[in-house]
C-alpha cells in the first residue's frame, strides 16, 4: 500500500453533474471488485458485511442489480458461517459494541432493498429476539422490571452481570426497530419505547449528555476502562466532546427520531435536538461529516435552522469561490489529521493536503456533509459542487491506497469508510452524506424526468 498518492480534482459544472460523477466512480468501484467478493467465502470477522453499505445511496440513485447480487452472495456465505458459528442467531459471546454491527448496518440495509428475501428478514429477526429476552432458549439480557440490560457482554450462550448500562446499549434498541420495521411486530417498539425513553429524558434534562445510565464513581470508572478497551476509537477521557462524540457514533439522533416519529412522545425529538445542537461547533471541520448530516436530518425533519442556532451567517465566512479545479489533493496514510476533538474523527484517518499552486498544506475545508448543510441553509449551489468535488477527489484517492473495507468495516483506512463513514461516523461519509441529502435527491430525480423513490438509503 502507498503512503502518500494524490489526484488532480475535478469541479463538476453543477450539482447534478457532481453526482452523475460520483455514481460513475461507485460503478466503476463495483465493477472492478465483484468477481473477487463473490468468489471469496466468509472470513468470521464480526463486521464482515458492512461495507456493502458504501454502495447504498448508489443503489437507491441507480438501481443497479448488481448491488443485491453482491449483498445476497455475501449474505449466502454469512448463513453457512452462521450455522457452525453462531447459536440461535446471534454470537455466542460479544460485547454490545461489535456484536450488533452485522445485524443493525448491513442486515437491516439489505432487508430494506430485499423485502421479499423472507430468509433476510428471519436473519434479522434471530438476533432481535435476544434485544428483549423474545429468545427464550438463552439468557436474558435485559430486566424489564428495571428497565436496565444486565451487561454488556451479551451473548447466547454467556451473559455478563455487572448491570452496566451505557450509551453502546442503544444499538440495541436500532436492533428492535429493524426487527418492528421488517415484521410489524410491536413488542420491538415498545422495547425501544422503554427503554429508549429512560435515555431520552437523561439526555433533555441532565446537566452533562450522559454517558451512562445510573452514574456514580464506579460506573464513571468503568466506562474509563470501556474507553481504553473496546472502545479505544474514541475519546480516552470523558468530557463534554466525548459525552457528545459516543452519542453520535452510535448513531442517537437518527434513533430518538425514529421512536419519536412512532411513538409521538415529544421528549425523543427534544434529546435528538439537544445532541443536533452539541454538533454545530464542529461545522467547520474537514472530518466531522457526521456534524453536517445529523443537522441535515433534522432540518428535514422539519425543525428551523433558527432551532439549532445556526443562520445564514454561520457560513459567511466559507469560500463558495475557491478555484478547487484541478487543485493538487492528496493522502498520507501515516499520519492522522490534526482533528482528534472534532465529531468524524478516528486515530486511524488519513491526512490530506491539498497543494495549491505548489504551496501544500492539511485540508482546511469543512467536510462535504457540512457543505451540503451549508447549501441547505443558504441555497447557494456552489457549496454543494465543492462538496462533490472534494468527496470524488478522496474516493479516487481511497481506490488508490486502500483495500475495499470487507477485511474491517469500521476502519477509517479503506473505500467504504471514504465513502459512507468509519465506525466512528454511523453512516455519514464524505459520498454517502451527499447522496443522502434529500435536496441532492430531488435534483437527481428532476434531471432523470422520473419519479424516484431512493429506497434503503443509510440515512442518520
Known amino acids: 500500500m502507498p503512503k502518500r498518492s494524490s489526484v488532480s480534482l475535478q469541479k463538476p459544472a453543477d450539482l447534478s453533474s457532481g453526482l452523475a460523477l460520483l455514481l460513475q466512480e461507485l460503478g466503476d468501484w463495483l465493477h472492478v471488485v465483484l468477481p473477487g467478493h463473490l468468489a471469496r467465502d466468509w472470513q468470521g470477522i464480526h463486521d464482515e458485511g458492512t461495507f456493502l453499505t458504501a454502495w447504498a445511496g448508489y443503489y437507491a440513485y441507480t438501481q443497479d442489480p448488481r448491488v443485491p447480487e453482491l449483498a445476497t452472495a455475501l449474505f449466502d456465505q454469512w ?27 448491513f442486515l437491516d440495509w439489505f432487508y430494506r432493498i430485499v423485502p421479499e428475501n423472507p430468509r433476510v428478514r428471519i436473519a434479522l ?23 436496565r440490560y444486565v451487561s454488556y457482554s451479551l451473548g447466547t450462550r454467556t451473559v455478563g452481570t455487572e448491570g452496566f448500562n451505557f450509551v453502546d446499549h442503544l444499538r440495541l434498541l436500532h436492533m428492535a426497530l429493524s426487527g418492528y420495521r421488517a415484521t410489524g411486530n410491536t413488542q420491538y417498539l415498545d422495547l425501544g ?3 429508549g425513553r429512560v435515555w431520552a429524558e437523561a439526555i433533555r434534562d441532565l446537566p452533562e449528555v450522559p454517558l451512562f445510565l445510573d452514574a456514580h464513581a464506579e460506573s464513571e470508572a468503568h466506562f474509563a476502562d470501556l474507553l481504553r478497551s473496546f472502545l479505544k476509537a474514541a475519546p480516552q477521557d470523558i468530557t463534554p466532546f466525548a459525552r457528545l462524540e459516543n452519542h453520535i457514533a452510535s448513531g442517537c439522533p437518527k434513533l430518538l427520531r ?9 421528549v425523543f425529538s427534544q434529546a435528538a435536538l439537544r445532541l443536533g445542537r452539541g454538533c454545530v461547533p464542529y461545522l467547520t471541520s474537514p472530518v466531522a461529516n457526521p456534524a453536517g448530516q445529523v443537522l441535515c436530518s433534522l432540518l428535514e425533519d422539519g425543525l428551523a435552522p433558527a432551532d439549532l442556532d445556526i443562520s445564514e451567517t454561520t457560513f459567511a465566512a466559507w469560500d463558495t469561490e475557491q478555484d478547487l479545479e484541478g ?15 472534532s465529531i468524524g474523527y478516528r486515530f486511524d484517518m ?17 467536510a462535504p456533509a457540512n457543505l451540503m448543510l451549508a447549501w441547505s441553509i443558504t441555497g447557494q449551489e456552489a457549496f454543494a459542487v465543492d462538496a462533490c ?30 465513502v459512507r463513514g468509519h465506525g466512528r461516523c454511523w453512516g455519514a461519509g464524505d459520498v454517502s452524506s451527499i447522496l443522502a441529502h434529500r435536496g441532492a435527491q430531488q435534483m437527481y430525480a428532476a434531471a432523470l424526468s422520473h419519479p424516484t423513490d431512493f429506497p434503503g438509503l443509510v440515512t442518520n
Not at 429477526?125 to 428497565?147: I, K, L, R, Y
Not at 487543485?327 to 476533538?341: H, Y
Open 350 to 366: 488519513p491526512t490530506y493536503v491539498m497543494d495549491r499552486n505548489g504551496v501544500p498544506s492539511p485540508l482546511q475545508t469543512p
Open 327 to 341: 487543485q493538487v489533493l492528496t493522502i498520507d496514510i501515516d499520519k492522522p489529521p490534526d482533528f482528534s476533538d
Open 258 to 266: 425514529e421512536i419519536g416519529k412512532a411513538t409521538g412522545e415529544t
Open 125 to 147: 429477526e434471530d438476533g432481535v429476539h435476544h434485544v428483549g429476552n423474545w429468545a427464550t432458549e438463552s439468557p436474558p439480557w435485559f430486566d424489564w422490571q428495571t428497565q
Open 389 to 418: 468535488c472534494l468527496a470524488l477527489g478522496k474516493l479516487q484517492l481511497a481506490r488508490q491506497v486502500f483495500q475495499d473495507g470487507r477485511h474491517h468495516g469500521c476502519t477509517a483506512q479503506s473505500i467504504a469508510a471514504t
Open 193 to 195: 419505547l422503554r427503554y
Open 79 to 105: 448463513e453457512r458461517w452462521a450455522q457452525d458459528n453462531f447459536v440461535h442467531g446471534y454470537h455466542p459471546t460479544q460485547e454490545v459494541h461489535h456484536g450488533t454491527e452485522h445485524f443493525l448496518i
